[in-house]
């Protein structure tokens, strides 16, 4: 097997929510340091994560990340990143879908539950007001034939009163074939285009990059990075990752707590 001769020639795919912040929105001096240092080499980093642009760039521009790529609403977009750039960043693929059929089925189920759709570039529609620091952006509450109106790169359903356990069920008891589905931590299900995953769109961008299949690194923690993690030549699950998501990958390291993303980190710069 080849190996990449130096970190210039990696592409490293990094989730962001429980793998380079914690569950409180910190991210540590260490994570900060070691990407700086990844940077500095030459290394692609990019953010591969379930947030929406918006909410991307903070975290990149925390991080140091300037120029270059990142993956939002778990793969359906992809950004340049560029400081030139008004907002700092230009999109360069969206895929999208229609919502209503998840929209109206799901409705129909869970009618208390709360819904949103992505407004690419600006934040979210939503059914309801979402508790604080949720969403990122801008939010407006619309009627629900609104929501349905318009092709959209994510649906999000929020619903307290399930388990991830129910949704899953629920997403086969009611066929959403259509469309790709991620349960999250709680009682959260994210909707994004039939086919389409961060490991769908990172594949993209590494033939766009010109990296070798062998030079790619993935680091994630949620059901959302299964397929990323499968991409990637060295697919990488946190310590507090389900069992689901650490069986797909290459090795495990340790929690959010014990930043187990920097160790890994740190060995592509060795």
Known sequence: MSHPRTPSDLLVALDVDGTLMSYDGVISPEVRAVVADLLAAGAHVVLATGRSV????PVAQELGIERGWAISSN???????????EGGYEF??????????ALRVLAMELPDALYAVEDLGRGFRVSAPFPDGELGGEFEVVGFDELCARPATRVIMRSPDSTPEEFHELVQRVGLHEVTYAVGWTAW??????????????????????????????IGDGGNDRE?????????????APDDVRAVADEVTGTIDDDGAVEVLRSLLA
């Not at 359906?76 to 560029?82: E, G, I, P, W, Y």
């Not at 360069?92 to 059929?101: A, L, R, S, Y």
């Not at 499968?230 to 310590?239: C, D, E, K, S, Y």
């Open 54 to 57: 918006v909410a991307t760039m």
């Open 75 to 85: 793969g359906a977009v992809t950004a340049r990143l560029d400081p030139d750039l």
């Open 92 to 101: 360069t693929d969206v895929i999208t879908f229609d919502p209503e059929p």
């Open 189 to 218: 299900l994210d909707l994004t285009p039939g086919g389409v995953s961060k490991g769908s769109a990172l594949e993209e961008l590494r033939r766009s990059l010109g990296v070798q299949p062998f030079a790619t690194v993935a």
């Open 228 to 240: 990323m993690l499968q991409w990637a030549a060295r697919g990488v699950a946190m310590g507090h």
